[in-house]
């Protein structure tokens, strides 16, 4: 890879939630170009079929790699690495990486029983992603859909008693689930991109000696490792003061520019308005 030419990191999620993960991905890859895509036109992905989403999560794909260079994508969407992840490969020639596996990895590091708790959207739940690639560490997975935490983090409810409260019955209930199954589990996998923001609340409420696995973060020690020779390569001699960040939307971009720093943790910018087609 040429040394003077700055490799771009697509990102792409169905909404903005993904920006989490983007966060993460610029702490440690800062030298890193990126371009972030909210596909906030058709979403929720969740409610849609299978087929629908792996055309929209396709041609995000494309509009990344095709349009704005990436050189490496990340699907910064549960629902659309779970039911999309094949044909977002087939349908870009570059390296793909999705938030599940990273979690799943990340879940079979930290646990000592095998038995790990994940909580995440009703779509990525209903798809049972997370339990099959727990399944395949060697791990006994239980998952459980958590409705109400998206809108409360969209909401800007990330510190409010309201919240807390939803996330104690939510983990309650799972407990109680888990010991009813006969299940010791030692971590808890957050299965959500908009979760990272409620990390605090929830590690409050998890019971002592639970370890929470932020799956955003996960995914960027991942690219890191996967993809970080060839940024190291191309930030080598260089003075890197401030990552370079572009961010997309499908619509609504006046929501993105407004919700979309409190994911990012630093302003979004102008979000420049993008037609992916039907």
């Not at 979309?260 to 910018?269: E, K, M, P, T, Y």
Request: glycine share 8%; with cysteine.
């Amino acid at each position: 890879m040429n040394s003077n030419r700055t490799p771009t990191i697509g990102v792409f999620d169905s909404g903005f939630g993904g920006l989490t993960v983007l966060r993460a991905l610029i702490q440690r890859l800062p030298q890193a170009r990126f371009a972030f895509l909210g596909d906030t036109a058709r979403l929720p992905y969740g409610s849609k079929s299978r087929r629908t989403i792996a055309r929209y999560a396709a041609q995000s794909a494309q509009f990344l790699v095709q349009e704005q260079g990436a050189e490496f994508l990340i699907i910064a969407c549960n629902t659309a690495s779970a039911l999309a992840l094949d044909a977002i490969q087939d349908a870009v020639p570059v390296p793909v990486l999705g938030v599940i596996e990273p979690g799943a990895t990340a879940a079979r590091a930290a646990s000592r029983t095998g038995d790990v708790l994940v909580i995440a959207t009703d779509a990525t739940v209903q798809s049972h992603a997370y339990a099959a690639a727990c399944r395949a560490h060697g791990l006994r997975a239980l998952e459980k859909a958590c409705p109400l935490l998206v809108p409360l983090v969209e909401e800007g409810w990330t510190d409010h008693p309201v919240t807390e409260q939803v996330i104690r019955i939510y983990l309650d209930e799972l407990n109680a689930e888990a010991a009813a199954a006969g299940l010791n589990p030692d971590t808890l996998v957050l299965g959500c991109t908009h979760y990272p923001l409620l990390r605090p609340l929830i590690e409050a409420a998890v019971p002592s000696g639970i370890r929470v696995i932020d799956s955003a973060e996960s995914t960027a020690e991942t690219a890191q490792r996967q993809f970080g020779e060839s940024f190291a390569l191309s930030a080598a001699g260089l003075d890197i003061v401030e990552p370079e960040i572009h961010c997309f939307a499908s619509d609504s971009v006046e929501k993105f520019e407004r919700l979309g720093s409190r994911f990012l943790d630093r302003a979004v910018g102008k979000v420049k308005l993008v037609d992916l087609g039907g």
